[in-house]
């Protein structure tokens, strides 16, 4: 039943202008901030937590904002998972930084795009994966039913999403290998699956090592990447943001460090197109707390 009625939402919403989309979505998130609901505490916690520079009041007007950003992410999945191949990339109104995709492909080792939860992160997959052959870690949906529509949709410009297992790292190291693409969201607490806690804003985050270590075995440039939403349903203005080399194989903390610092610079140009919601530092720190 939700599976049926997340699909029948989604096609409605890709019947709408984009522009339409937009403005639905900020109402969507608006009601989702005035209703009580479990990602208040996470949204609050994270923005006091990682802007502690900012006043109240901004934070205060920072946390509406990222609620009202969420509806629109929502919204406009409708188009991202549906429309055609050259309806969906009209969306996309600017591109910064690729070139830095050419010298990476020109070195031999293959690219790793490491795109946050930050803008219209759906979009990132498919513009990457329509001009370059491109393997992404694909996560299973709390509702399964939805698991092969939505799968089917982010492959539908030419990516290849693999499961988050031994397979699926297998198939990321054999992309790169062959001068490819690997795509990873590197903002996710991996659990108990592999990570390293260092700073994020500051707080110390559980931090995967699966990215660096795929950087380090391969020598694949990491490269960041998110599309921002353009005021007023203009589309997007996708960029993309070079990381330096990694360091040595041996201190992951230190590599771990940097892909946060590099998911930190991101989020600072956009922070109210971050996903606060999401708790990020969910896992602590022996001895720590919870902050959730």
Same mark, same amino acid.
């Not at 984009?18 to 609901?37: D, F, K, M, S």
């Not at 001009?131 to 939805?146: A, G």
């Not at 990491?222 to 996708?238: C, D, K, N, T, W």
């Given at each position: 039943?939700?599976?049926?009625?997340?699909?029948?939402?989604?096609?409605?919403?890709?019947?709408?202008?984009?522009?339409?989309?937009?403005?639905?979505?900020?109402?969507?998130?608006?009601?989702?901030?005035?209703?009580?609901?479990?990602?208040?505490?996470?949204?609050?916690?994270?923005?006091?937590?990682?802007?502690?520079?900012?006043?109240?009041?901004?934070?205060?007007?920072?946390?509406?904002?990222?609620?009202?950003?969420?509806?629109?992410?929502?919204?406009?999945?409708?188009?991202?998972?549906?429309?055609?191949?050259?309806?969906?990339?009209?969306?996309?109104?600017?591109?910064?930084?690729?070139?830095?995709?050419?010298?990476?492909?020109?070195?031999?080792?293959? $690219?790793?795009?490491?795109?946050?939860?930050?803008?219209?992160?759906?979009?990132?997959?498919?513009?990457?994966?329509?001009?370059?052959?491109?393997?992404?870690?694909?996560?299973?949906?709390?509702?399964?039913?939805?698991?092969?529509? $939505?799968?089917?949709?982010?492959?539908?410009?030419?990516?290849?999403? $693999?499961?988050?297992?031994?397979?699926?790292?297998?198939?990321?190291?054999?992309?790169?290998? !062959?001068?490819?693409?690997?795509?990873?969201?590197?903002?996710?607490?991996?659990?108990?699956?592999?990570?390293?806690?260092?700073?994020?804003?500051?707080?110390?985050?559980?931090?995967?090592?699966?990215?660096?270590?795929?950087?380090?075995?391969?020598?694949?440039?990491?490269?960041?990447?998110?599309?921002?939403?353009?005021?007023?349903? !203009?589309?997007?203005? $996708?960029?993309?943001?070079?990381?330096?080399?990694?360091?040595?194989?041996?201190?992951?903390?230190?590599?771990?460090?940097?892909?946060?610092?590099?998911?930190?610079?991101?989020?600072?140009?956009?922070?109210?197109?971050?996903?606060?919601?999401?708790?990020?530092?969910?896992?602590?720190?022996?001895?720590?707390?919870?902050?959730?």
């Amino acid at each position: 039943m939700l599976a049926t009625l997340a699909k029948l939402a989604i096609y409605l919403f890709a019947l709408l202008p984009y522009r339409i989309t937009y403005a639905l979505g900020a109402v969507v998130g608006y009601l989702v901030y005035l209703i009580p609901n479990t990602l208040h505490k996470a949204a609050k916690t994270n923005i006091d937590l990682c802007f502690p520079e900012l006043s109240e009041q901004q934070r205060a007007r920072l946390y509406k904002q990222s609620f009202i950003e969420l509806g629109r992410t929502a919204a406009e999945t409708g188009a991202l998972l549906v429309w055609n191949k050259q309806r969906t990339l009209k969306l996309v109104k600017k591109v910064s930084g690729e070139e830095c995709i050419q010298q990476a492909f020109s070195q031999g080792k293959g $690219v790793i795009i490491a795109a946050p939860h930050l803008g219209a992160w759906e979009m990132i997959g498919l513009y990457c994966s329509s001009n370059n052959p491109m393997t992404s870690l694909y996560r299973p949906l709390r509702i399964p039913r939805l698991n092969p529509f $939505v799968k089917s949709a982010r492959e539908r410009m030419g990516a290849t999403l $693999v499961p988050t297992n031994a397979s699926g790292v297998r198939a990321l190291y054999k992309a790169l290998e !062959q001068n490819q693409m690997a795509g990873i969201l590197p903002d996710q607490d991996p659990d108990d699956e592999g990570g390293v806690f260092a700073p994020f804003f500051g707080i110390s985050a559980n931090t995967m090592t699966l990215l660096p270590r795929l950087s380090q075995k391969t020598g694949a440039s990491v490269i960041f990447s998110y599309a921002e939403r353009l005021p007023r349903g !203009q589309g997007f203005h $996708v960029r993309f943001v070079p990381m330096p080399a990694m360091p040595g194989a041996r201190d992951l903390k230190e590599t771990a460090t940097r892909l946060n610092q590099g998911v930190e610079t991101c989020v600072r140009q956009s922070p109210a197109q971050y996903q606060w919601s999401y708790r990020r530092f969910k896992t602590r720190p022996p001895g720590e707390a919870k902050l959730y």
